[in-house]
């Protein structure tokens, strides 16, 4: 027997037919003229294909191994044509890409719609508490007129007389290899499988339209700049009808005339007399629970913070509120009439910042609520 075809694939005489299989689809991997172009390895190639179009056929097998040449003239002598072995370009395919890529079809009219985003203004407020909005969009939805087939009504899509209904048409080569047979989606039907000979006037065949909708969404507490929140099957409806995608909202806090948020956080300042610095003071705070007297003790410096707990942003996630932060700015007057200059003099010397430039002269007694009275407006 000139050549031994058990040896050529390196399987034994009794191997099943999944090992022989098994062992071709590896050689094929590794002996391709595309994976190896060497001659010799063409010429080895050729030889495993053989061996395989034998030992794959029961019948040729049989006559093989009872000494026979089953491939005789008019019996093939290794190629690629789809003899009584059931050998193919499938096989190759099988071989480097798994039966997978054998798998080919018409492609389905009705696919998944795109996802959509639109943006949403929001106060301070409500994103600290949270709220319902109403919101116009105007996304793709499922053609009332044909239901989404596409088609006018009264027709309906027809299957495509060129491929078939397969949605590919094929095309066969002869090479030093063999015949080599190549698909591609076809060119009528794109694809499909099935043409519309009479598309539906309102959607021109996609089975979709462009329409306005209200939605209803609600805003949790806590939300920021950028937050998104994802509104299930409520986007773009797909080509054919197909299921609609998600709808994302996405935050946009507008700026508030008397906070900045940092965080949960929020930061406010507050400008005061000198004299209401020293002698301690309230001042009334418009907060986002109501107003609120902010207690600011005596000897207050310039740019210290009082810290009021729990006055700020919702925790998204996560119970209790972040904290509002007064900044205290202490303001120092930039132009004093006489009488006040004056009592400013006084109150230096008093402290021992200034030396006295004579007696208080009679009818000073109160010089101190003057004072403090002067630097207040009143």
Do not use: W
Not at 46 to 52: D, G, L, R, S, V
Not at 76 to 94: K, P, Q, R, Y
Not at 244 to 265: C, M, N
Request: with cysteine.
């Amino acid at each position: 027997m000139a050549t031994d075809y058990y040896a050529v694939l390196g399987v034994r005489r009794d191997a099943g037919q999944d090992e022989i299989k098994k062992a071709f689809r590896r050689l094929a991997r590794e002996l391709h003229p595309d994976v190896n172009p060497d001659p010799k390895t063409q010429e080895r190639f050729k030889e495993i294909n053989a061996a395989y179009e034998v030992l794959s056929d029961p019948q040729k097998r049989q006559v093989y191994d009872l000494g026979g040449d089953p491939l005789s003239p008019g019996g093939g002598a290794g190629g690629f044509g789809a003899g009584a072995a059931g050998f193919g370009f499938s096989d190759i395919m099988d071989a480097f890409f798994g039966a997978a890529a054998g798998q080919r079809g018409p492609r389905s009219r009705t696919r998944r719609g795109q996802d959509a985003m639109i943006r949403l203004e929001i106060t301070l407020e409500e994103a600290a508490f949270g709220t319902t909005k109403e919101l116009q969009v105007d996304t793709a939805v499922t053609c009332t007129t044909c239901s989404g087939e596409g088609a006018a009504p009264g027709t309906s899509a027809q299957t495509c007389d060129m491929c078939r209904g397969k949605g590919e048409v094929s095309q066969v080569t002869r090479s030093f290899l063999g015949q080599v047979m190549t698909s591609r989606p076809c060119p009528q039907c794109q694809g499909f499988g099935t043409v519309v000979p009479t598309p539906c006037p309102e959607c021109a065949g996609d089975g979709r339209v462009r329409a306005r909708r209200t939605l209803t969404v609600k805003i949790p507490a806590g939300v920021d700049n950028g937050t998104r929140i994802q509104l299930a099957g409520e986007g773009e409806v797909g080509p054919g009808g197909g299921p609609a995608g998600d709808l994302y909202v996405e935050i946009a806090e507008t700026t508030h005339t008397i906070f900045q948020r940092r965080g949960d956080d929020l930061h406010c300042t507050v400008t005061i007399p000198m004299t209401a610095a020293a002698l301690g003071t309230q001042v009334p705070l418009q907060t986002l629970d109501g107003l609120e007297e902010v207690d600011i003790r005596p000897g207050t410096q310039s740019g210290q913070s009082i810290p009021l707990h729990g006055r700020g942003i919702t925790h998204l996630r996560g119970g209790g509120r972040g904290d509002l932060i007064v900044h205290v700015e202490v303001k120092t007057p930039s132009k004093l009439d006489p009488e006040q200059e004056e009592l400013l003099r006084r109150l230096a010397v008093l402290r021992g910042e200034e030396r006295p430039s004579g007696q208080f002269a009679p009818g000073q007694q109160g010089l101190f609520s003057r004072l403090k009275d002067a630097f207040n407006g009143r």
